[in-house]
């Protein structure tokens, strides 16, 4: 079976196309700067040169037919006919009480998806996008949808509630719902293979450290807190999101900036984090080349970023009074040597002792960094949640089939 896999943002379309009886990769891609001038498409057919093609883009369903038409292309495509591909499975943010895994795309969950987007303004909508693109251009085949937040379901209400009179729960679904569900699922499942262990007897604190960051407690296999809350800007400093503040903040601010509620998101969201403090970039490659050089500002982000993730580490082992595992994964996570070794340094009251030499290893495939004496398995997992999307369409189509 062929399954191709959509991740839809705001302005972009990222793609994976899988054959699933070996799992492998035919083609993956993305289309950027949908809606604005000189979109750009990058295709990438395994075994084949990589092409990059520059056009006006101006909605996601177009985006979709040019992605299609790469699939087959004569050169650069990977299939005869897209009649091959047997069902597409989506990313949705998103999926608030309603999903607590993965469905069959149906009139009712569209709805359903389209009711959240007062929830996740800045990611559902987009999403729908791309759902509605795809269905237009392959209305034949099943379409599947894999929710950010289904994994946190689990998360009992002392973890997922705010100390907020309720009322607001009731009337208005505010509580923590959590994300990146798939990429800690994913990561702690292959954790536990990597060490061979039960997963259902390990405590394992999963750190998806990327653009966006959030930490996960998963005990017995299931998420029992997460640091991402009600939208993903709670919890760790990213890379130009907040985390946590005092609440009081938002209020004062808007008085004495006079801003709009539109103006207060956008700043928290995309004008704090790591960009905020450095005052140059949200990327670590150079928070950390200004620190290693000495800078003030660079040197300050990487202190708060990593005081930030170490004081979460240590609540985590907190919740589940103790700790067996822990994972780090995503662009940081995974590419961070210097990230790892600061976070870790600080952790020995935990009895985490890493080999600096093994930290410094660069590889695609899951790795033990600590030492034989410490006493929490420190792993980087790199993480795969279009593989996990591939695999739940999988499933969801087969049992739909009987
Ligand atoms: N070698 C590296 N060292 C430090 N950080 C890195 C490295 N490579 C990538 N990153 C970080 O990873 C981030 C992207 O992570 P990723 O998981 O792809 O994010 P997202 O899916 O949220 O876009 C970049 O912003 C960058 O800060
Ligand atoms: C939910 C979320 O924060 O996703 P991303 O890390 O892709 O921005
Ligand atoms: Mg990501």
Request: charged share 25%; hydrophobic share 40%; net charge negative.
């Amino acid at each position: 079976m062929k399954i191709l896999v959509i991740n839809a943002g705001s302005s972009s379309l990222k793609y994976q196309l899988y054959d699933m009886t070996d799992e492998s990769v035919l083609a993956k891609g993305l289309v950027e700067r949908i809606g604005l001038d000189s979109s750009i498409l990058t295709h990438k057919p395994t075994g084949k040169e990589e092409v990059t093609e520059v056009s006006d883009i101006l909605e996601h369903t177009t985006a979709m037919r040019k992605v299609l038409d790469k699939l087959v292309d004569k050169t650069h495509g990977v299939l005869d006919s897209i009649d091959e591909i047997d069902a597409v499975g989506h990313r949705v943010v998103h999926g608030g009480e309603a999903f607590k895994s993965s469905a069959l795309i149906t009139g009712e969950v569209k709805a359903e998806i389209r009711r959240l987007f007062d929830l996740a303004p800045l990611h559902n909508p987009p999403s729908m996008m791309g759902i509605t693109a795809a269905e237009a251009n392959l209305p034949n085949v099943p379409h599947t949808v894999v929710f950010d937040t289904a994994f946190h379901q689990t998360m009992p209400e002392k973890a997922y509630l705010y100390a907020i009179p309720k009322v607001l729960y009731k009337k208005h679904k505010v509580r923590r719902y959590g994300f990146h569900g798939t990429s800690h699922a994913y990561v702690s499942k292959t954790a536990a293979e990597f060490l061979n262990r039960p997963i259902e007897d390990l405590k394992i604190i999963t750190c998806h450290i990327g653009n966006g960051a959030s930490l996960t407690a998963v005990k017995d296999g299931i998420s029992v807190d997460t640091s991402m809350g009600m939208t993903p800007l709670e919890g760790l400093i990213m890379g130009t999101r907040s985390g946590d503040l005092d609440p009081a903040i938002v209020p004062y601010v808007m008085n004495k900036e006079e801003l709009t509620i539109n103006e207060v998101n956008s700043m928290l969201n995309k004008h704090s984090g790591l960009l905020a403090i450095s005052g140059s970039s949200s990327d670590m490659r150079d928070i950390t080349d200004g620190w290693e050089a000495g800078k003030p500002n660079e040197t300050l982000a990487f202190e708060m970023y990593e005081y930030r993730l170490r004081k979460y580490i240590g609540a985590y082992a907190a919740a589940m009074n103790g700790v067996d595992v822990i994972v780090f994964t995503a662009g940081v996570g995974e590419n961070s040597a210097i990230v790892r070794d600061k976070v870790c340094e600080n952790l020995t009251y935990l009895g985490v002792e890493i080999d600096k030499e093994l930290n410094k290893v660069r590889s695609g495939d899951p790795r033990r960094i600590s030492t034989p004496n410490s006493k929490v398995e420190v792993l980087v997992v790199p993480t795969n949640e279009e593989l996990m999307i591939a695999r739940d369409t999988l499933r969801i189509v087969q049992e739909s089939k009987g």
